[in-house]
């Protein structure tokens, strides 16, 4: 059968994107971001995983204010890069993993989850950065890619406890699949960040730092922080926290940390990566 053999939860800051692309790794602004994911890296050329189901936000590319589900799964073969403004990203289309992805979709939604399925979209930094973070600038993507677009966008955005529920039910799910597929689960974007408004610019590091430490420690705690602490404590866009959450799920109770690190700034973002294995 299918196994998740880990997870990530990453940052999906633009800018680490368009450093990679404009090859500025090494530039005194960025390489001590860079030295602190190289440890993300290696672990996920170890593990080399077949396939990654990536929990992400989409930014007004595939989906807009006309439509906004809560939860979209991609059962595409082929995920385009979207062109957010200034074009596409030069990094190469996500290729999908159908199968998986028609059987996540089944799964979730016999499981009452109510998915909305997209046969057809572009991705955007939120998923091809966290690629980008794994990955660096290869030719070809190394894994299959699941896409899972969150809405933390338009309230009122899911729960921290139901994005628990939902990789609780993905892990069920994936448990099942009739393949020997290794499977990779990413929650992304975050940490504390505002991007707009009086607190614009905002960080808080140790409320990053307690969150590291909860998701780890006490998922279950962690899931039941309402909505609310997450905007005060984290700013507007720290609600997107909620999508590790997805991740966190599908992972034992007891997990193994393999690496974390944390960065400010990045842009005008606090930005963190963990790396968790079942224990």
């Known amino acids: 059968m299918a196994q998740i053999i880990g997870g990530i939860g990453t940052s999906h800051v633009p800018a680490v994107g368009a450093a990679i692309d404009h090859n500025k790794q090494n530039e005194p602004y960025w390489a001590p971001y860079f030295e602190k994911i190289a440890p993300v890296r290696a672990w996920v050329r170890e593990a080399k995983p077949d396939v990654c189901i990536i929990a992400y936000n989409d930014h007004a590319s595939a989906f807009s204010l006309a439509l906004i589900p809560t939860f979209a799964i991609g059962v595409a073969a082929t995920f385009p890069p979207a062109d957010e403004g200034y074009g596409p990203r030069q990094v190469p289309d996500v290729a999908g993993h159908p199968p998986l ?8 939604i016999l499981d009452e989850f109510d998915m909305t399925i997209v046969n057809e979209m572009s991705v955007d930094h939120g998923l091809t950065v966290p690629l980008s973070v794994m990955f660096d600038q290869p030719k070809k993507w190394p894994c299959k890619v699941v896409p899972l677009c969150v809405n933390v966008i338009q309230y009122p955005a899911p729960t921290g406890n139901r994005c628990y529920q939902l990789g609780k039910a993905i892990r069920r799910a994936v448990d099942e699949f009739p393949g020997d597929e290794r499977v990779l689960i990413l929650g992304t974007g975050g940490m504390s960040h505002q991007l707009q408004g009086e607190r614009a610019g905002l960080v808080n590091a140790d409320f990053d730092l307690a969150f590291l430490d909860r998701i780890v420690t006490d998922p279950a705690g962690q899931s039941a922080v309402p909505h609310t602490d997450y905007l ?48």
């Open 232 to 279: 005060r404590e984290a700013g507007s866009e720290g609600i997107e926290l909620v999508m590790w959450m997805i991740m966190r799920g599908a992972l034992d109770e007891q997990v193994r940390e393999v690496h974390r690190a944390h960065h400010v700034p990045t842009s005008n973002t606090s930005n963190g990566v963990i790396v968790l294995e079942n224990a």
């Open 101 to 108: 992805a028609w059987h996540l979709a089944e799964s979730l």
